[in-house]
């Protein structure tokens, strides 16, 4: 079955500056790749997500990236701000509806 | 839109009681899942729903756990007897037909068994 790795599993960042997250994933079948961001005491909500016919997303100061042949995806998050602090989950699935998700980056935003 | 609703938020339990767990989807979403989070593994999927029909249970850990949809607008999932090793937060999303969507998730049921 598909698994998903995601790195590193704690980020600590300036406010400002960049922070980036890493997956990779197995299941060459996989298609759709969504990210999910929790904050304390909630569920996972959708932040972005980006499909295999395409490289690059962008939607403000959030990026995505998708390398398929190294089966390799990426969370860019530009100028970070404190309220960008949580943890952060990619995941991956075939385009039906049973996805993997990662273990989780923690990330910290120091102002 | 309330999103996804679950009850209780908090639940404290002994070894050897039956605990259930409720969720009411978004109205309109066909597909119903059930996650089980914990430090240790992650966001695991336990089961999930298309039009109340279970279709995928394959990540339910054991016998001891059940889930049920009876209606398009409530499931629950049970635990009976539970035990210390199934502490950890349980939520449950629900997303609708569509390849490629969004799934909601509900604030999750906080579960400690003593």
């Known amino acids: 079955g598909e698994n998903v790795e995601q790195h590193p599993s704690t980020l600590s960042v300036q406010e400002g500056d960049s922070a980036v997250i890493k997956c990779t994933y197995s299941d060459s079948a996989s298609n759709y790749f969504p990210w999910y961001k929790q904050e304390l005491g909630k569920g996972p909500q959708l932040i972005i997500d980006i499909r295999s016919n395409v490289g690059e997303k962008k939607d403000q100061r959030i990026a995505v990236t998708l390398n398929k042949t190294a089966k390799h995806f990426s969370l860019h998050i530009t100028e970070t701000q404190p309220e960008d602090s949580a943890v952060y989950f990619c995941?991956?699935?075939?385009?039906?509806?049973?996805?993997?998700f990662g273990a989780g980056t923690r990330l910290f935003v120091k102002a | 839109d309330a999103g996804v609703i679950q009850s209780p938020r908090h639940e404290v339990t002994e070894m050897g009681q039956e605990v259930t767990l409720r969720c009411k989807p978004i109205s309109g979403h066909d597909y119903l899942f059930w996650y089980r989070q914990t430090m240790m593994r992650g966001l695991e999927l336990l089961i999930y729903?298309?039009?109340?029909?279970?279709?995928?249970d394959s990540g339910m850990p054991e016998d001891r756990f059940s889930a049920k949809m009876p209606n398009a607008s409530f499931s629950t999932l049970k635990i009976q007897p539970s035990e210390p090793r199934d502490s950890a937060v349980y939520f449950c999303?629900?997303?609708?037909?569509?390849?490629?969507?969004?799934?909601?998730f509900g604030p999750g049921t906080r579960l400690t068994v003593l």
């Open positions: 729903f298309n039009n109340n029909v279970p279709i995928d």
């Open positions: 995941a991956a699935s075939t385009g039906g509806f049973k996805t993997i």
């Open positions: 999303a629900s997303t609708p037909s569509g390849k490629y969507n969004e799934q909601f």
